[in-house]
């Protein structure tokens, strides 16, 4: 005979035990979730967890506040400044504060037009204005004595010896440079006069019978032309001794970092020899320029409208004044043909003589 079982036992008894260990089970795995943190908001990583590589920060020099900035390691890892300073440099660029070489220029910044109807002349007009009036005074002007006091003289080729700018110096201490650019010029007598005055002049002319000739102690002559580009490379490497240089090519090949007095008489090349000297940084190096202008025509391989060049040629002089060259004398010569781009216009000459002083000069 079957006996009755037991309230509680039985088929009820197994599942209550089962609730309890699942109870007990979730109870567990929360404690370890909460322990861990993992995924749960609001919960900061403990301190034991491993971080990023990182760097520390080098220490700043004394007495510099100090910077709470942390390097991440790269693949290549830059070196800190001299200095202390604490913000990394690009492996790519050029240290900061380092002077930087400028790129090359390929043109020059003409000027705007010197009126709306952009006319030959309001060209005209401004350019001949701007080559007839002095932009600074020079008290002691000559080459003869550098101990008088006399007046300005009347001839073309002039310097400026006042001290403040450095020349009279640089020639009393037997330290002066000049370069004369010359095309068959058989006048010497400011080359002669500076050289008896204490300077180096070394004087430039294709027509020179000889590669290098020393007239005197302090006078040299030079075979070679100046020109505002060098041979083609072909041409270069049939004629090796070509005598055709830019200046700047000059001044490295012979090692001269300095000119204090640079003389031109070009015949109409001096134009794209101006430019070239201002595209290439050339004009840095120079103290005093004395330059002969030809007007009668736009010169060698100047184009464009006869408004256009009168426009370019003031560009060119206004870059002068930009890299802080100032005209203290200007000449006018008379006895050249009165002539503007080939026309009897202007009461103008074809002929100038323009002396600048580089107010930077040291």
């Given at each position: 005979m079957a006996t009755a079982r037991s309230p509680g036992r039985g088929c009820g008894v197994l599942p209550r035990w089962l609730l309890g260990a699942a109870l007990l089970l979730g109870l567990r795995l929360c404690m370890e979730l909460h322990r861990a943190g993992s995924g749960l908001p609001g919960l900061r990583v403990p301190p034991e967890l491993p971080r990023p590589h990182l760097l520390p920060a080098p220490d700043p020099p004394r007495g510099a506040r100090r910077r709470q900035v942390t390097y991440v390691r790269s693949g290549r890892r830059a070196l800190p400044r001299s200095g202390g300073s604490t913000t990394p440099e690009l492996s790519c660029c050029a240290p900061r504060g380092l002077s930087r070489r400028k790129g090359p220029r390929w043109h020059i910044e003409l000027q705007p037009w010197a009126g709306p109807a952009q006319s030959l002349d309001e060209e005209a007009s401004r350019f001949l204005s701007y080559i007839s009036t002095t932009q600074i005074a020079c008290d002691h002007m000559g080459t003869d004595s550098l101990a008088t006091d006399s007046s300005p003289a009347t001839k073309p080729w002039l310097v400026c010896l006042d001290d403040?700018?450095?020349?009279?110096?640089?020639?009393?201490?037997?330290?002066?440079?000049?370069?004369?650019?010359?095309?068959?010029?058989?006048?010497?007598?400011?080359?002669?006069?500076?050289?008896?005055?204490?300077?180096?002049?070394?004087?430039?002319?294709?027509?020179?019978?000889?590669?290098?000739?020393?007239?005197?102690?302090?006078?040299?002559?030079?075979?070679?032309?100046?020109?505002?580009?060098?041979?083609?490379?072909?041409?270069?490497?049939?004629?090796?001794?070509?005598?055709?240089?830019?200046?700047?090519?000059?001044?490295?090949?012979?090692?001269?970092?300095?000119?204090?007095?640079?003389?031109?008489?070009?015949?109409?090349?001096?134009?794209?020899?101006?430019?070239?000297?201002?595209?290439?940084?050339?004009?840095?190096?120079?103290?005093?320029?004395?330059f002969e202008i030809h007007l009668h025509w736009p010169g060698f391989e100047v184009s464009g409208s006869e408004s256009s060049v009168v426009r370019f040629w003031y560009s060119l002089l206004k870059e002068l004044e930009q890299k802080d060259f100032r005209l203290f004398h200007t000449y006018k010569d008379l006895s050249k043909p009165q002539l503007f781009l080939k026309k009897d216009i202007f009461n103008a000459s074809s002929c100038y003589t323009l002396s600048w002083v580089n107010t930077r000069w040291k």
């Open positions: 403040r700018f450095g020349l009279a110096h640089q020639i009393r201490s037997k330290r002066c440079r000049l370069y004369s650019l010359g095309l068959g010029n058989d006048d010497t007598d400011f080359e002669v006069s500076m050289a008896n005055d204490g300077c180096e002049v070394h004087r430039f002319d294709p027509s020179v019978k000889s590669a290098h000739i020393l007239e005197s102690q302090r006078l040299w002559h030079h075979r070679l032309s100046i020109d505002w580009r060098d041979p083609h490379p072909a041409v270069a490497a049939q004629k090796p001794r070509s005598n055709t240089r830019k200046l700047g090519s000059i001044l490295n090949e012979f090692g001269h970092h300095k000119i204090d007095v640079l003389k031109a008489d070009l015949e109409s090349a001096e134009w794209k020899v101006l430019e070239n000297l201002i595209l290439e940084d050339v004009l840095e190096q120079i103290g005093q320029l004395i």
